[in-house]
């Protein structure tokens, strides 16, 4: 797919990789036992309902991905449950009812097979960078998925493990609308770090340099989040109450609810029992 963005970004975009990153719930932030993290109830619970969906719904649905066709195979249940674009398509009144053959020209095997993934075991791990995921279920109207990719993405940010890169920034704000729980975000991990704090200068992610390149680059650039930035604290060097030994808290004063999304699905016992979408 061609690059969709004014630079080329060099730096390397963030994995997906939920194993990686210790929870950030309140219960691991207490040092509470893992089998108290919200984290492994979200998990258990969603083991226990594809477990029943597995045993109950044998029908398969064929997805066709990207521009050269990628064939990749799912559940129509399980696709029906985790999204409201599947559940609309292969429950509703289209052909793809009949078929369970969907197209999606615009998306990359990559993306899909990851969303696929989390689908079946509740994980994410790919090599797709996780604003990329939440902008796919954005598309794929799946609440669910974007909640638990808004999560890896504060325990992949949140915990000065990775800093947000230019490429994360461009992606939430090139492909999502205004108001977006992705770009307010953003525009709070600005408010919160700047971009080019000294902290995410010096450390890893910015060894060969092209983290720091790649964002003066995208100010370069300007945009609606530059003009934001410029306006608020964003664009100043060292964030407001930095300390003066350049380590900043980790993002305590975020919360994760402002970011999560209302999840609305149909009844397990709907897809079991094979019901088609009212209206």
């Not at 390149?213 to 604290?233: H, P, Q, T």
């Given at each position: 797919m061609a690059n969709k963005y004014e630079i080329e970004y060099l730096s390397k975009p963030m994995k997906a990789r939920m194993t990686v990153y210790w929870c950030f719930c309140a219960n691991c932030d207490d040092m509470m036992p893992a089998t108290e993290c919200f984290r492994v109830d979200r998990l258990s619970e969603h083991s226990k309902n594809v477990n029943q969906l597995l045993l109950n719904c044998p029908d398969i649905v064929t997805l066709l991905v990207g521009p050269g066709e990628a064939k990749l195979t799912c559940h129509k249940a399980l696709l029906g449950i985790t999204s409201e674009f599947f559940d609309a398509a292969l429950y509703g009144r289209f052909e793809e009812s009949q078929t369970n053959i969907i197209r999606l020209p615009n998306e990359t095997p990559e993306a899909v097979a990851g969303f696929l993934t989390w689908a079946y075991t509740g994980h994410i791990e790919s090599s797709t960078c996780a604003e990329e995921f939440w902008i796919l279920g954005d598309r794929l109207r799946s609440p669910m998925f974007m909640n638990e990719v808004m999560r890896l993405i504060f325990v992949t940010y949140g915990r000065h493990e990775h800093w947000l890169c230019a490429r994360g920034a461009d992606h939430a704000f090139n492909e999502t609308v205004p108001g977006s729980k992705l770009r307010k975000f953003v525009c709070d991990y600005i408010d919160y770090y700047g971009p080019l704090c000294p902290q995410a200068i010096r450390d890893d992610d910015n060894e060969d340099g092209l983290y720091e390149?790649?964002?003066?680059?995208?100010?370069?650039?300007?945009?609606?989040?530059?003009?934001?930035?410029?306006?608020?604290?964003g664009a100043?060097?060292?964030p407001v109450d930095w300390p003066q030994d350049g380590f900043h808290p980790t993002l305590t004063n975020l919360k994760q609810g402002e970011y999560m999304l209302g999840v609305k699905t149909r009844d397990i016992e709907d897809f079991i029992q094979g019901k088609m979408r009212a209206g």
């Open positions: 390149r790649d964002w003066r680059a995208f100010i370069e650039k300007g945009g609606e989040l530059v003009s934001y930035m410029a306006l608020g604290n100043k060097y060292k």
